[in-house]
């Protein structure tokens, strides 16, 4: 049997060797699906037909049929172009219905390159699962009329906050270059409960957590993975470089993730009055794994206030909007890559959740 084959999307930073021919419609990329050169098929219809037949068998061969299923250079094929014809075809994802999310971005800056945007909570960044035309990025397209924009970075379609998106495709990969080579600081702040005497608990900040955080394909919450004692006190953001012009890609051994973790104040939360007086936290992350601010306040016995997967993942269920992840990516900042300038975007919004007493953990 043939394994099942990668499906690739534009808003996906992942390398595509060739641009796609058909555009962006309705504010989404073409899929491309990459077909075997040699098989027991006999054409590519046939191919599609076996791998994804189960799911719409009439809908796949009138996509052929109405010249919807194209190859590189856009020529259309018919459920009789033979198996090696075409090593990628690209076609238009059917997208379902989808009820409005009841949550609203807004526009931080413009310019000729950027767009820089404050994600509200329960959006995602880009189209995934359920949520294509409810993704930020496809909403933005559709906005402001602009099929090219790309996200440079994502954010959980929990968190809220600063989210950047290149509108020029010619000057992307400088800005791209920024994240891929950690010269971005990244400032985030969140909200949780204190089960100890706040003042008590202010005496153990600031400090920097590190682990080492591995994220497995399929699995929804990533896992912490012990190392020998002999690794450990190593500072994992100081051994990424970049050799050869590559980035590194063997293992660093011991921790592999680092956050530096401050507690800015701390006191009752007008939302949860009944409840134990609540801390805000500043967070700088040194390294960027999966859900890696998420685990170290678990770690701490701070779990993020309405996080349903971190110490313990909860069971699925609809979104209630009125308890949202207390995580905001705050601020972002970097030399600008095209003219040298510092660059400083922050969020307008505020935690819900916060202290209101805004007592200083901060002597």
């Not at 009439?58 to 856009?74: K, L, P, S």
């Not at 018919?78 to 949550?103: H, K």
């Not at 003042?199 to 929804?220: D, M, Q, S, Y």
Request: some cysteine.
């Amino acid at each position: 049997m043939w394994p099942s084959p990668k499906l690739l999307s534009g808003a996906d930073h992942l390398p595509v060797p060739q641009k796609s021919p058909l555009p962006v419609r309705n504010g989404v990329n073409a899929t491309r699906l990459r077909v075997p050169p040699t098989g027991p098929w006999t054409t590519i219809h046939a191919y599609v037909q076996e791998t994804f037949g189960h799911i719409d068998p009439a809908g796949i061969t009138a996509r052929f049929r109405d010249g919807e299923v194209v190859d590189a250079a856009g020529v259309p094929l018919s459920t009789e172009s033979p198996l090696g014809a075409a090593e990628f075809i690209w076609y238009y994802r059917s997208l379902p219905a989808e009820s409005p999310l009841p949550v609203q971005e807004e526009i931080l800056c413009e310019d000729e390159h950027l767009l820089v945007v404050d994600k509200p909570h329960f959006l995602p960044t880009t189209p995934a699962g359920r949520y294509v035309q409810e993704s930020l990025l496809v909403r933005l397209r559709h906005r402001l009329n602009m099929p090219d924009l790309v996200p440079i970075h994502r954010l959980d379609r929990g968190t809220a906050g600063v989210v950047i998106f290149a509108k020029n495709p010619k000057t992307r990969g400088a800005y791209q270059l920024l994240f891929e080579n950690r010269k971005v600081n990244k400032t985030y702040e969140c909200v949780s409960a204190l089960n100890d005497d706040p003042r008590a608990l202010a005496a153990r900040f600031p400090l920097t957590v590190r682990n080492r955080i591995e994220k497995i394909k399929g699995v929804v919450v990533s896992q912490l993975n012990s190392y020998d004692a002999a690794d450990s006190g190593r500072r994992p953001q100081d051994h990424w470089h970049r050799a050869k012009g590559r980035r590194r890609t063997d293992p660093v051994p011991g921790a592999n993730s680092s956050s530096r973790i401050e507690l800015l104040q701390h006191g009752p939360s007008l939302r949860l009055p009944a409840a134990p007086p609540v801390g805000l936290f500043r967070l700088t992350p040194h390294t960027g794994k999966t859900h890696q601010l998420r685990i170290h306040m678990a770690m701490l016995g701070l779990g993020i206030l309405h996080d349903r997967f971190y110490p313990d993942l909860w069971d699925d269920a609809p979104d209630d909007f009125s308890t949202p992840l207390q995580l905001l990516a705050q601020s972002l900042s970097f030399t600008d890559p095209l003219s040298g300038a510092p660059r400083l975007f922050t969020s307008t919004r505020r935690l819900e959740y916060a202290p209101v007493t805004r007592d200083s953990a901060v002597s």
